[in-house]
Every structure is written in structure tokens, then in C-alpha cells.
């Protein structure tokens, strides 16, 4: 899976967290069969409510593509893609990992 947070890739220790681009913490989840790297459990927890999500609502496989803008304050910006489909939405969370907020974006 490609992860794009605020422009720059993401994922790995040494990119950033998948969630949030923190190069901090030493969390690791495989999603999707990738071994992705957060820099936090809340970070993970949010990540994993984006792909499930993105799933269910825009009827998407197996994520290949994600890119994410915006931050915990301002809420974030996703397009999720499976290798036929995108899905986008705009998204806020909880202090725990939890959406509170979801709104489908200009999905065809």
C-alpha cells in the first residue's frame, strides 16, 4: 500500500507515521498486508477505522493507494483507491482513535 500524508510518503520509521507523518514511537500494525509503522496505538486505531471505512462506504478491495491531508485539529482529507475504484472523505477523530465525524467528497 502507497501512503501519503500531507504530501510526503509515509509508513515507515523512517518516513513517518502513516496517520500522521511523527517520526517518534516505535508502533507497527500490518494492514492490508503491509507492515506500516505509527508512531502511536491511536495513530493505528485511527488508520484502521480510515481503511475500514473506506471499504465499506466506497465498496473498495484491497487498498493500494491512501492520501491523507490535514491534521487531528482540522480533521483529515482521504482518497483511499483499490486498483479500480476511489473513495473520498473527509474525516475527524476522537482523543482515542474513534470518528466522530465522516462526509463523503465528490464521489462519482
Do not use: Q
Amino acid at each position: 500500500m502507497i501512503v501519503v500524508v500531507n504530501g510526503y510518503h509515509a509508513g515507515t520509521k523512517e518516513t513517518g507515521c502513516a496517520l500522521c507523518g511523527g517520526t517518534w514511537g516505535n508502533h507497527y500494525e500490518i494492514i492490508e498486508g503491509d507492515n506500516l509503522f505509527f508512531c502511536c496505538d491511536i495513530c493505528a486505531k485511527a488508520f484502521k477505522n480510515i481503511i475500514n471505512e473506506a471499504k465499506k462506504r466506497g465498496k473498495l478491495n484491497k487498498i493500494d493507494y491512501i492520501d491523507i491531508k490535514g491534521n487531528f485539529y482540522k480533521g483529515r482529507t482521504i482518497e483511499a483507491k483499490d486498483s479500480e475504484r476511489s473513495y473520498k472523505f473527509y474525516v475527524k477523530f476522537s482523543d482515542e482513535g474513534d470518528i466522530i465525524e465522516l462526509k463523503e467528497l465528490n464521489n462519482a
